[in-house]
């Protein structure tokens, strides 16, 4: 058992390492070839300074005893200088053999990142950004790469270091053989590469302890940018949270350190012991032996057999240039391995599985312009999770019209738009344009004729221009079209305004930057819509659109915005009832289904649900309007 689970460890190492060479072409070969002749130039000088300095020791004698302008001197002379020679070519080789590593690591990572972009990227749904295993594979992954500090990159690097180091390990080795004996060199290669197995196991034992801690990593981070960020300050200090969170801090440090620790002593301090016992046992009888027949040895003998055995023991140690950084480079790049292999699981699953995201696509253009919209007894459940969302839901989005989606939170409103979207297949069912399943279009043109303003919109760290041209990335020089939109959504002054206008950056931090409220956000969101409808777009989405908006905003926002999409398929979802109560047609969500649909009169004379709620908002409406005049 123990022998199999050997054989499993050091199969894993080489496929790892195999991986990791693989790697290397991506460097370039001439850098690669550079670096290969450096390290094994670096593992030949200390061989070289280790003999030529024993020469000089076996040479001052005769040296000494011939004068200055002997021959002997001459020969003293000539070995110093290439003891001398050596050791001055050790030190300006290293710099370059750095500096050739860092680069070899920077192009390797830079493709390991794009990699790992690539997949992240990659899926055209959202589950792999969702399961927790890929992400914690992608954390880990994306943490040594972007740090670079025990990166893929710095792997290959590593384990080209190796080269020098056994190189200069079987060069001492050679010297102990042939001016001593051979056994003694091959007992101490033996105990040198047994120490180095003892560290090495104990390093990949670290590895995989701090790779299994990629939760509590990920908690760290979380509690460290919550304790740094803009936003949470806030409520933290209006809370009076941060004795919390620094509580909660320490405990998810040291319950990421303690294990770590653990495994430092197992590191250091075992392999340590169990190791210096063999090997001083070792060592002990070498030069014992070696102190018995010393007389049998000339000087120059003498002194490189001992050179080159204590150089030989200093071998033994841990490698930092090389050995931290393989064990955990090789399981980032597993991990980036991981989560590739995992996204293209999920594809394919979803290929096979219910007919998902690429069975038919190229096969269907998406029909111009955009027809009725039909969800058909589908069925979701989010992936790992047993809760049904929808249970053969059935809906019709007229198409050119305006449809408003209603329904208690948690009702699935934002789901049923991640299912339009191609975020997520339905687990059974189908969502049909003109009778035609909208997976048999291209994913990406599909979502050319969407235009979906989530609630949780992003606000990105860039221009008031980038944010809202992006709603349409291929027209972001469309800048008459993007002032245009800005000026239709109410933010024409406030733009003008800002110190650059349409360029200023909308973060603070940024410079020239400037913060916007919460409305003006929701405004840039819904000019980014607008901008999308411009370039194509047929169908747009707008998820609690006004829930920023004040009251006189909000009053026009209605017409103000069917006006400027006349003509697109628009799905409005809101909890505020006077935005819902102008559109053509309402439906109300519940329990994974539809339960009324109608315009807002023909939903009030119903009597059901959509009046019960209506009514609750309006009094609540008059009693806060109300209220103080009473
Ligand atoms: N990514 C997810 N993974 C698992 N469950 C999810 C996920 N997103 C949402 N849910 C669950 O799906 C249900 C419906 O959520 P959804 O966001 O669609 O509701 P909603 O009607 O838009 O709610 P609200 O009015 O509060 O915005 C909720 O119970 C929620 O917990």
């Known amino acids: 058992m123990r022998h199999r689970s050997w054989i499993g460890t050091a199969r894993e190492q080489f496929a790892a390492r195999r991986d990791i060479v693989g790697l290397l072409p991506h460097a370039g070969g001439p850098l690669v070839a550079a670096l290969v002749g450096v390290n094994l130039l670096l593992g030949c000088l200390p061989v070289v300074f280790t003999v030529a300095t024993a020469m000089v020791l076996g040479r001052v004698p005769a040296a000494v005893d011939g004068g200055l302008d002997s021959d002997a001197w001459d020969s003293l002379v000539a070995v110093f200088g ?3 020679g050596a050791f001055v070519a050790r030190q300006l080789i290293s710099p370059v053999e750095r500096a050739l590593g860092e680069l070899v690591t920077r192009r390797i990572d830079g493709r390991v990142f794009d990699e790992l972009m690539a997949a992240s990227l990659r899926s055209p749904g959202l589950g792999p950004l969702e399961d927790q295993r890929a992400l914690d594979a992608l954390r880990t992954a994306a943490r040594e790469v972007e740090f670079g ?3 893929p990159g710095r792997a290959a690097t590593g384990l080209l270091a190796l080269i020098a180091r056994y190189t200069e390990l079987t060069g001492h080795a050679i010297a102990v053989g042939v001016v001593f004996s051979w056994p003694a060199s091959a007992a101490l290669v033996v105990t040198v590469l047994l120490f180095r ?3 090495r196991g104990g390093l990949r034992r670290y590895a995989r302890t701090r790779s299994s801690l990629a939760a509590d990593q990920r908690e760290i981070d979380y509690l460290r940018d919550l304790a740094g960020g803009a936003a949470a300050g806030k409520e933290i200090r209006v809370f009076g949270l941060a004795g919390w969170l620094r509580q909660r801090l320490r405990d998810t440090y040291l319950r990421f350190l303690e294990p770590l620790w653990a495994e430092r002593r197992g590191i250091y301090l075992w392999p340590f012991v169990r190791f210096s016992v063999v090997g001083l046992v070792v060592t002990g009888v070498v030069f014992a032996v070696v102190g018995a027949t010393a007389r049998e040895l000339t000087l120059t003998g003498f002194v490189l057999v001992v050179t080159a055995a204590l150089s030989l023991l200093r071998l033994a140690e841990h490698y930092p240039e090389a050995d931290l950084p393989t064990a955990i480079g090789m399981r980032a790049y597993d991990a980036v391995r991981r989560f590739a292999e995992y996204v293209e699981q999920v594809e394919h699953a979803e290929q096979v599985g219910h007919g998902g ?14 027809g009725t919209l039909r969800f058909e007894q589908v069925c979701f459940r989010y992936p790992g999770q047993r809760r049904m969302i929808f249970d053969g839901l059935d809906l019709t989005i007229p198409v050119g019209r305006c449809t408003a989606l209603v329904g208690v939170n948690g009702a699935g409103k934002t789901t049923l738009v991640k299912l339009l979207a191609r975020l997520y297949e339905p687990t059974a069912g189908r969502i049909t344009l003109d009778g035609v399943d909208i997976r048999a279009f291209p994913v990406d043109a599909w979502r050319a004729r969407l235009s979906v303003i989530f609630q949780d919109f992003v606000r990105y760290e860039s221009s008031v221009a980038d944010n809202v041209g992006l709603g349409a990335v291929g027209f972001l020089d469309d800048r008459e079209g993007i002032g245009e939109v800005v000026d239709s959504v109410g933010l024409g002054e406030a733009v003008a305004r ?11 931090h940024l410079t020239g930057g400037a913060e916007l409220s919460g409305g003006q956000w929701q405004r840039i969101a819904l000019a980014r819509a607008l901008f999308a409808l411009r370039h194509g777009s047929r169908v747009v989405v707008l998820d609690e659109p006004t829930a920023s908006l ?10 103000e915005f069917t006006g400027l999409a006349e003509g697109a398929t628009t799905l409005l979802i809101s909890h505020r009832f006077s935005t819902v109560r102008h559109a053509d047609l309402i439906v109300v969500l519940e329990h994974g289904r539809v339960t009324e649909q109608g315009s807002h009169a023909e939903l009030l004379a119903r009597d059901g649900r959509y009046a019960e709620l209506f009514r609750l908002q309006a009094d609540r409406f008059v009693d806060v309007v109300e209220g103080p005049v009473r």
């Open 82 to 84: 290439v003891a001398a």
């Open 149 to 151: 500090v025990q990166s």
């Open 197 to 199: 197995h003892g560290q």
């Open 357 to 370: 995201f690429g069975d038919t696509r190229e096969e269907h253009p998406v029909p111009e312009p955009v």
């Open 498 to 508: 800002l110190p650059r206008g349409l360029d200023t950056p909308l973060a603070r």
């Open 550 to 559: 004040d009251v006189r905003a909000e009053t026009g926002f209605f017409e």
